[in-house]
């Protein structure tokens, strides 16, 4: 749907007929209600353990906000019973019942992620939550903050003092360009960039190193390297990104926008964990015309060895207390039956050897596309990276 015709068309979402609010409930994500035994399911990969259990608030009037990509906004035409969030169902359930079962049901969970909405009551019921787990669970704890929440640094403070030992910001979109179209203004969305970048600054104040984050989504517009700049961005001021693949909700005003070519998310991918995990500068890499990696400035065979790792294309996402990821998040990114982007664990050979094809595949191949500036030729690039990665 183009944005005149969304515009035209939305309405506010009416106050749905559903008493189910939190702080007493919280939406649950899939995974996580299965692996507590409130929805029946399993993982279609067998090598699947869930490591993170994530919720998200829940009000009859959903979210304040608009963004353009986002299943709970304000404007979404559909029920609540029928929201999706990341494309599929998140079960309403009662805080109590989760956290009972948090401790009663045996599972590999080391980690909770409390997200917030933006609605006016989220930030208090968001530390209220918190504070319940920390005291009753042994789950270390993030909160998943709604920047346009948080109006000063004692907001932050609270949320460490309830038990969260980390934050992430979700920044979403990789410009002040991008963040304005999809989040703030023109879909008259109360999220500005500043703002969700100053309490970005401000939580590693607050937090210990390293212990803060930003989400950026992959497929809004951006190109890889305006994607990579903001993880550099965050990681000059020690924040790491924690990366998904933008995935089109229906009923948004992205619905029928596709998912970003595969190539571009690996690159992305890559790039990310070169950057956050082995602190190799953005200005190593080379980017083409269009803004694609066509070199991340690595000796060929040193390339090929992080990528059969494996590592760079597993979910990023907040630790265990051993540096892990907890938050695991399968499928959260796609469903089931489409090619796995976050490997929610270690990918096998065959999934290499399919990471290896879809990293380079839709690579601008035309030399007038390579960047005079850069001063690099199709030749050179040739030889290099690409040629020893097989492709
Ligand atoms: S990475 Fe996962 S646990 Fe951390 S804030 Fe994001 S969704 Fe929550």
Redesign the pocket.
């Known amino acids: 749907m183009n944005q005149e015709k969304f515009s035209e068309s939305i309405e506010l979402r009416p106050l749905q007929d559903d008493d189910r609010e939190s702080p007493e409930y919280v939406m649950t994500s899939l995974a996580g209600a299965i692996t507590l035994g409130f929805e029946k399911g399993k993982f279609a990969r067998e090598e699947t353990v869930l490591r ?1 259990l ?1 919720i998200l608030m829940t009000y009859k009037e959903n979210c304040v906000a608009n963004c353009s990509y986002c299943g709970v906004s304000r404007e979404r035409r559909v029920p609540r019973e029928e929201t999706t969030f990341i494309r599929v169902k998140w079960p309403i359930i009662p805080v109590e019942e989760l956290i009972e079962r948090s401790v009663q049901v045996p599972h590999q969970m080391r ?5 917030m909405l933006a609605n006016r009551q989220s930030l208090d019921h968001s530390i209220q939550i918190i504070r319940q787990f920390h005291e009753r669970t042994p789950l270390l704890i ?4 709604t920047a346009s929440l948080i109006k000063k640094r004692e907001d932050l403070e609270r949320i460490r003092d309830a038990g969260a030992d ?3 910001i ?1 920044i979403d979109a990789a410009t002040p360009e991008l963040f304005e179209k999809h989040r703030g203004r023109p879909v008259k969305g109360p999220h500005r960039w500043d703002h969700f970048w100053w309490v970005t600054e401000e939580a590693t104040k607050v937090f210990e190193p390293g212990a803060v ?1 930003i ?1 950026l989504v992959a497929g809004l517009g951006e190109t890889e390297q305006e994607l990579l700049e903001a993880c550099q961005k965050a990681q000059d001021m020690n924040v790491v990104t ?1 990366l998904f693949s933008f995935n089109p909700e229906p009923s948004t005003l992205l619905g029928d926008h596709p998912q970003p070519p595969m190539g571009h998310y690996r690159r992305c991918q890559l790039g990310r964990y070169l950057i956050n995990e082995l602190g190799i500068h953005l200005h190593h890499f080379r980017f083409n015309a269009q803004g694609q990696v066509i070199d991340f400035g690595l000796e060929p065979s040193v390339l090929e060895k992080i990528v059969e790792s494996g590592r760079p294309f597993m ?4 630790p265990d207390e051993h540096g892990e ?3 695991n ?1 399968p499928y ?1 990114n796609g469903r089931p039956s489409e090619k796995i982007r976050n490997f929610a664990f270690s990918p096998t050979a065959q999934d290499i050897e399919d990471i290896r094809q879809q990293l380079w595949a839709d690579l601008a191949l035309d030399a007038q596309t390579v960047s005079e500036e850069e001063g690099l030729s199709v030749k050179a690039w040739e030889g290099g990276n690409l040629a020893e990665l097989g492709k």
Do not use: K, P, Q
Request: one cysteine or more.
């Open positions: 993170g994530n980690r909770l992620c409390v997200g993030s909160g998943l903050i980390r934050v992430d979700a984050g989400h924690h979910t990023s996402g907040c990821t907890a938050c998040r959260g």
